[in-house]
């Protein structure tokens, strides 16, 4: 009979902070039986995403092997960890788990996806469990900046697993769960195999602070403004929202929730019952009708989304509200590195309105929702694994986080996405590489990272793009070759438009051109290539992209 | 008699940080005389100006009055001060004034482009002054992160002027010139009618730290590596290469200076005669042939520049070199926000050879080049101006110093890119507002920011481009239309491929064509390209780029 293994593989998330999703397995090599951990996205970007809507875990790997998936379970409701459940999941078809507001949100997924809900479980916190093929699994409260999120507990034939999911070390985290040491070391007593551990915030000196600790700040500075405040966070967090919305109330003023993230967060987090006293808001519509001065304006887009309400205010009026010299703009976030210039971008048209804008560059308004490196050492303590795996992060947080457990005596080991790792002996080791990606939803479409397409749109972004169309009959040029260019300066070096340069030379290139050329459609049309490319070079020192139509005509 | 009126204009650098180019002019109204303080460039990226090489002030309105330019002051060879120097001179055609450092770089770009080099004349520090028109200049240095950085003195008929250039209060700056407040208060003492001051580091709160405090730390740093050692930092820090290879030759290490920049920097401060100890190097040929762990190898490419030497090597071998396990990477820099993640990919490439890298977080191997908040405090109160002109920030960074100048009782004003100030009276005032942009080099053509093809390359990578091509014959169509498609999925939700479904679709349009748009180019190629548009939205969700190509037949 052959040996049971239990595996762990990540297809995301382990050489990158975002798109997380981990697969375990346990049986035998190749027969086991798997249950996957997050279906997160990652969010494109013009240098090397330019058109794709989202980006998600190239999951080819565990969907040949579908029929051996349990289960599907989330750790939480940030984007990173779910987005990708209702793209993914008609490939996967396994019952998701997740707690009670992350599967609220589930199931609006499902809802716009045209998905069965009842694919969907809410399970209640540890020591809830649910057994589902030789995993037993519980989801273990942690503190992070959404409700709910959870650590799983695994337990397998091989031991117990514990898989942190993003976390910090909270005992005051406002709304929702605090971090517990007593639930930790209960969990830990009877010993744990593996530690699978959030690395996003290895490179912070300092221990976390605590959610509690901006509250003060925040109630200060919306009680000394002037004008009208608007503050923007990420809408899922739950707790600083609530924070927000009550230094508003404090001041006297009324709340308004701008944005439909901010709008569909909050009224999740009641529906669901963790959020039972946010103060009432009011429209924006009827916030036309109150004194500036006493409007506390809650808004989505803290990471300068286009398309979100602080964009929108920044741009000029947005439902009837804008803002003006006197009022504040209080950013309750940390910008996520690549989004400095699309932030900076929005402070500066404030800054010409004369909006005081407040950030976070001094740490009064914001905590980290991810555990500091001190904090990490304190984790690995309370567990005190037989390994330490770390995950979410790029390369450099993984080994940076696998040296910290060293440091602290704990067996640790660098598994970046495709590595799968073998758990079950007294060392983890390397059993396979398994290829994997990145899938692009690019509009209503999945498509591999590598199938060539957002390439080609690169290049027509970097080198512009000529088409040049002619008809050919008889083996002989039908008039001249014409052409169009995107993307391309009119005139070059010759002072004569582009256009007409290449006209002519590529008509020149024809009255030489040979019938064995002229024949054949793949020779001619690199020929075409070659004299465009040749020519653009000259008048404007860039080689374009080049499409070539030739149409043949019956003679 | 017309009033004669002392102005400022900043073209360039105001609103943003890089692409410096100022203009003061006096005489009357619309006659003045002028001169131009820096020509920088700023440089691309992908989000806004996918393919462009270089980004350099629009000059149009000077170019207008090109007659009444009397010279062009450039304060220091930063590429935003100087980079445009070459581009632009042409239509300028002004002499070009400069230390003997900054006019040795600006002589190599002169050479590049084929101008006459006795366009450029070295001048030497103040008390040397040069008149030129109404103004006399003289360069007053400062301390920054580049040899003979100067602040400029400008002398008018209406007082004088302090244009500080980028600096910093460093009295111990290594290799150049050590902040002066001697020299400062000799300069105010005859009453400073404006400041136009540098606002980078407005936002850094605390006092800078001189360039001497991070010896120590990188001598420590190289002596205790183990392998080899591989810093970056900008190629003209100068100082700061100093110190590097100083701290490599003390370690027992041979120097290798990697990247054109790096040997083209250090060699001209060395025929210039500013730096007259630099160890002697190795090329990378024979470092082949030293042990690694006897290596101080300095490369440029601190910003995650992809061709540049530290990118190379974070893909592999690089002039033989490469490096591997326990070998330390020190990027002695600041990475410039919006190159965050080319310096994260660089690190994670790293990491996964198992190099160790160090980076600025501890603030221990670099120190900025810009005053601190306190420092412009300080500046403030050693020129005492009349006026507080801030310039060199986004338009959060100029509000910001305004305030600050206010605060400690200085008249303040904002003048981002375009706004004309008068500084004769006893406040400045706003004089005009000057149509500013950018100018592109696109290629070998300079290019504006708003000709559209920009737009157009931005486009083609969001949307992708379809082509389509028709033949007419006697206003009917010559067999179908054919379609190109670059930077689509090749399927969408019939699962047919995009090419087929729009190829049919266009046949179907074409067959109920009536001959009026048959007949009219204009007319059927917009009916084309929404007959595509339409077929792509449904099929894949998005509309493309369209270019239509009909081709008619003499019938």
Chains 1, 2 share one sequence.
Not at 118 to 127: E, G, V
Not at 142 to 168: C, Q, W, Y
Not at 392 to 412: C, D, F, N, V, Y
Not at 501 to 507: F, P
């Amino acid at each position: 009979m052959a040996k049971n293994r239990l595996i762990y593989l990540p297809l995301g998330g382990a050489g990158e902070i975002g798109m997380n999703c981990y697969v375990y397995g346990y049986g035998p090599a190749n027969k086991e039986r798997y249950i996957i951990v997050d279906l997160g996205v990652t969010f494109p970007d013009m240098d090397t995403t330019p058109g794709v809507d989202l980006i998600m875990p190239d999951t080819d790997w565990i969907q040949q092997r579908a029929s051996r998936i349990d289960a599907i379970f989330i750790t939480h409701a940030h984007e990173d960890h779910i987005g990708a459940v209702a793209h993914l999941w008609q490939r996967l078809q396994a019952p998701v788990y997740a707690r009670a507001f992350t599967a609220h949100l589930a199931r609006l997924k499902f809802d716009e996806h045209g998905l069965d809900k009842r694919n969907i479980h809410t399970i209640a916190a540890y020591p809830e469990t649910i057994t589902t093929g030789p995993f037993t699994v519980a989801f273990a409260p942690v503190a992070h900046s959404i409700p709910e999120s959870s650590a799983l507990v695994i337990d397998t034939p091989d031991g117990r697993i514990v898989h942190t999911g993003d976390f910090k070390l909270d005992e005051n985290p406002g709304v929702g769960e605090a971090h517990d040491p007593k639930l930790w070391k209960e969990i830990a007593k009877t010993g744990v195999r593996a530690l699978v551990c959030d690395s996003t915030n290895v490179f912070s000196p300092d221990p976390g602070r605590s959610e509690i600790t901006v509250g003060p700040a925040i109630v200060d500075l919306v009680k000394n403004a002037r004008g009208m405040v608007v503050a923007t966070t990420f809408a899922s967090n739950i707790a600083r929202v609530k924070t927000l919305a009550d230094a508003g109330i404090r001041a006297g003023r009324s709340v308004v929730l701008l944005g439909r993230a901010m709008r569909r967060m909050v009224s999740a987090a009641t529906e669901v019952g963790i959020l039972t006293d946010f103060p009432g808001t009011i429209s924006a519509e009827d916030a036309k009708d109150v004194p500036r001065e006493n409007l506390m304006v809650l808004a989505t887009g803290s990471q300068g989304e286009r398309r979100a309400a602080t964009a929108q205010l920044s741009r000029g009026k947005y439902l009837g509200l804008s803002l003006k010299s006197g009022d504040t703009m209080l950013f309750s976030s940390k910008t996520i590195p690549g989004n400095e210039k699309s932030v900076a971008r929005i402070v500066n048209a404030f800054s010409e309105m004369g909006v005081d804008v407040i950030d976070d560059s001094m740490g009064d308004y914001h905590v980290s929702g991810h555990a500091n490196r001190p904090d990490l050492q304190t984790m690995h303590k309370l567990i005190d694994p037989q390994f330490l795996i770390p995950m979410h992060g790029e390369h450099r947080h993984l080994r940076t986080h696998a040296k910290l457990g060293e440091t602290g005596g704990i067996a640790s080991i660098i598994a970046p996405n495709g590595v799968m790792l073998d758990l079950s002996g007294n060392k983890p080791k390397i059993a396979e590489y398994v290829e994997t990606g990145r899938t692009y939803l690019d509009g209503r479409v999945q498509i591999g990272a590598l199938d060539g397409v957002v390439r080609d749109r690169i290049r027509m972004a970097l080198n512009g793009h000529v088409m040049v169309t002619l008809i050919v009959e008889n083996n002989a040029p039908l008039g001249d070759a014409w052409c169009e260019v995107m993307g391309l300066p009119e005139t070059g070096a010759s002072n004569a438009p582009l256009i007409d340069v290449l006209e002519n030379d590529l008509t020149q290139f024809l009255m030489r051109a040979d019938k064995k050329t002229l024949k054949d459609d793949d020779k001619l049309q690199e020929a075409l290539r070659r004299v465009v490319r040749k020519v653009t070079k000259d008048e404007i020192g860039k080689k374009p992209e080049v499409s070539v139509v030739i149409s043949r005509l019956a003679g």
